[in-house]
């Protein structure tokens, strides 16, 4: 007989309406993945909208599927090929959406994906940094090139990738401002913004700025006259989707959009980073794995800073 695990599944498209906790195939660690006892997995609220997240790399459709694809755990097993963990290390890491998630008992993860998680964090802690840490260390680092002593602008000061960009931007030795709902001004001040500016008066014509990088962690109508916020031969970095081309028409700026990628080197720096207590987490609800659909239906209400996660095993 097969062994089984409880899991957070749906069987066909849709929102958190179709999702359940039932029991499901244990995954087994194929030729260089890692099989992972999740004790915590955070959610992007997002990502049942998305192809991606229904289709396998080739496009098949891969239902049933389990969501929540920031995943810290322990490591159950080791596929062929990987030596870069044992069995028993704690892991953490971010899971291709065309991937299962890890919304589950056990998750097998490609060993590229993970990395040893930070010691000073719980699970729940840590199981926030991957997706949302990894895509703006790759925004700031590897992409925009921050350098000390450069203005960075922040949209969206206060959610979940919003908040890692401005600590690293600050860590990184540059002048930050961000943009943050009015109850959470002080909290992204406190993140090391030197400006917070209530998002609902920004607007091209009331806020002057000229800075070297604009990091849009918002989307939609902010993106066009955030444009305006970005000195001529300054970068514009876009995290949900590209800039539409009409809008850079006739500006010497660079429009940046990017997938972020598995670095597994990257994720021990963001470790290090957060056991030095040089990036913080901001834990928004957690859930236990049960009541995930709960956690899809509610969260997007909740406006309030950080990530939902689901609990799988209490720390």
Same mark, same amino acid.
């Given at each position: 007989?097969?062994? *089984?695990?409880?899991?957070?599944?749906?069987?066909?498209?849709?929102?958190?309406? *179709?999702?359940?906790?039932?029991?499901?195939?244990?995954?087994?660690?194929? %030729?260089?993945?890692?099989?992972?006892?999740?004790?915590?997995?955070?959610? *992007?609220?997002?990502? /049942?909208?998305?192809?991606?997240?229904?289709?396998?790399? +080739?496009?098949?459709?891969?239902?049933?599927?389990?969501?929540?694809? !920031?995943?810290?755990?322990?490591?159950?097993g080791l596929g062929d090929g990987v030596d870069a963990f044992a069995v028993g290390n704690e &892991?953490?890491?971010?899971?291709?959406? +065309?991937?299962?998630?890890?919304?589950?008992?056990?998750?097998?993860?490609?060993?590229?994906?993970?990395?040893?998680?930070?010691?000073?964090?719980?699970?729940?802690?840590?199981?926030? /940094? %991957?997706?949302?840490?990894?895509?703006?260390?790759?925004?700031?680092?590897?992409?925009?090139? $921050?350098?000390?002593?450069?203005?960075?602008? #922040?949209?969206?000061?206060?959610?979940? =990738?919003?908040?890692?960009?401005?600590?690293?931007?600050?860590?990184?030795?540059?002048? &930050?401002?961000? *943009?943050a709902g009015a109850s959470a001004l002080d909290v992204v001040s406190g993140l090391g913004a030197? $400006? =917070?500016?209530?998002?609902?008066?920004?607007?091209?014509?009331?806020?002057?700025?000229?800075?070297? $990088?604009?990091?849009?962690? #918002?989307?939609?109508?902010?993106?066009?006259?955030?444009?305006?916020?970005?000195?001529?031969?300054?970068?514009?970095?876009? /995290?949900?989707?590209?800039?539409?081309?009409?809008?850079?028409?006739?500006?010497?700026?660079?429009?940046?959009?990017?997938?972020?990628?598995? +670095?597994?080197?990257?994720?021990?720096?963001?470790?290090?980073?957060?056991?030095?207590?040089?990036?913080? &987490?901001?834990?928004?609800? =957690?859930?236990?794995?049960?009541?995930?659909?709960?956690?899809? !239906?509610?969260?997007?209400?909740l406006h309030r800073p950080g990530k939902t996660v689901l609990q799988v095993i209490p720390d």
């Open positions: 007989m097969a062994e *089984t695990m409880m899991a957070l599944r749906a069987h066909r498209r849709g929102g958190p309406e *179709t999702l359940a906790y039932e029991a499901a195939p244990r995954p087994h660690a194929a %030729p260089g993945e890692v099989l992972v006892r999740v004790h915590a997995a955070a959610i *992007t609220f997002a990502e /049942l909208d998305w192809d991606e997240t229904w289709l396998s790399a +080739n496009g098949d459709d891969r239902t049933p599927i389990i969501p929540a694809h !920031e995943v810290s755990g322990v490591v159950a &892991v953490y890491g971010r899971i291709d959406f +065309n991937h299962d998630g890890a919304a589950a008992d056990y998750v097998s993860v490609p060993v590229d994906d993970l990395a040893r998680r930070p010691t000073s964090l719980t699970h729940i802690e840590s199981a926030t /940094l %991957p997706l949302a840490a990894l895509t703006v260390w790759q925004a700031l680092v590897d992409h925009a090139a $921050v350098r000390p002593g450069e203005h960075v602008v #922040v949209l969206g000061g206060a959610g979940g =990738v919003g908040a890692f960009a401005v600590q690293l931007a600050h860590h990184l030795g540059a002048r &930050v401002t961000a *943009t030197d $400006v =917070v500016l209530d998002y609902r008066a920004v607007t091209g014509a009331t806020v002057r700025v000229q800075a070297d $990088v604009v990091i849009d962690a #918002v989307g939609g109508p902010a993106t066009a006259e955030a444009l305006d916020m970005v000195r001529p031969g300054g970068r514009f970095v876009t /995290l949900s989707q590209p800039v539409d081309p009409d809008l850079l028409e006739g500006r010497d700026v660079a429009g940046i959009f990017f997938i972020v990628a598995a +670095n597994s080197a990257e994720l021990d720096e963001i470790a290090r980073l957060a056991d030095a207590g040089d990036l913080h &987490v901001t834990v928004a609800q =957690v859930f236990p794995l049960a009541r995930g659909r709960e956690a899809f !239906e509610d969260g997007p209400s």
